[in-house]
T-cell receptor, first 113, second 114 residues
Framework: GAVVSQHPSRVICKSGTSVKIECRSL??????MFWYRQFPKQSLMLMATSNEGSKATYEQGVEKDKFLINHASLTLSTLTVTSAHPEDSSFYIC?????????FGQGTRLTVV | GDSVTQMEGPVTLSEEAFLTINCTYT??????LFWYVQYPGEGLQLLLK?????DKGSNKGFEATYRKETTSFHLEKGSVQVSDSAVYFC?????????????FGSGTQLTVLP
């Protein structure tokens, strides 16, 4: 199947700094990618839909100025957590769709200290 | 709105035991239903799916039947292996179009002991 690569897999950062997470579709083009967040023992919650060449669509309650999404090409979407705080610590997962199937990245464990 | 309720884990079984992970859903219309699996250190992978009532999805010995009357999509396997140890997510997608996002259950951690 298609491969979605997410990087980094783990990151630890200090409060107040920004962190960028990359999501790449390796062998297909993705006009739409999705960013999810998962808290321990909870569901994956959709944060935003990333659209190539246009602004991302954010879910209700997600701060678009804090979670910056850029989808500059058909194979790359980035999520930047700006001015991170400990409550932003979580597991972030991206997904890209090819035809009717969704493919997921490996996820990024973000810890803000 | 749409929601998925999944059996809480963790689940620990001995090799060759029978596995059931319960999943029920709430959705408008006629959603498509999915099971995803996440092995340690990897991304989610589609395990099986069903797109209409009474469909049975199957893959790698796992099965799940779309039961509209009980709004359920329970995952089963007759004989689990150590290599099946992973986190399993039930999910649905409602509405037309492949761009619709998935709604996930909370995931169930399965550990199979030799």
């Amino acid at each position: 199947g298609a491969v979605v690569s997410q990087h980094p897999s783990r990151v630890i950062c200090k409060s107040g700094t920004s962190v960028k997470i990359e999501c790449r579709s390796l062998d297909f083009q993705a006009t739409t990618m999705f960013w999810y967040r998962q808290f321990p023992k909870q569901s994956l919650m959709l944060m935003a839909t990333s659209n190539e060449g246009s602004k991302a669509t954010y879910e209700q309650g997600v701060e678009k100025d804090k979670f910056l999404i850029n989808h500059a090409s058909l194979t790359l979407s980035t999520l930047t957590v700006t001015s991170a705080h400990p409550e932003d610590s979580s597991f972030y997962i991206c997904s890209a769709r090819e035809a009717t199937e969704a493919f997921f990245g490996q996820g990024t464990r973000l810890t803000v200290v | 709105g749409d929601s998925v309720t999944q059996m809480e884990g963790p689940v620990t079984l001995s090799e060759e035991a029978f596995l059931t992970i319960n999943c029920t859903y709430t959705a408008t219309g006629y959603p498509s239903l999915f099971w995803y699996v996440q092995y340690p250190g990897e991304g989610l992978q589609l395990l099986l799916k069903a797109t209409k009532a009474d469909d049975k999805g199957s893959n790698k010995g796992f099965e799940a039947t779309y039961r509209k009357e009980t709004t359920s999509f329970h995952l089963e396997k007759g004989s689990v292996q150590v290599s099946d140890s992973a986190v399993y997510f039930c999910a649905l997608r409602s509405g037309p179009g492949s761009a619709r996002q998935l709604t996930f259950g909370s995931g169930t951690q399965l550990t199979v002991l030799p």
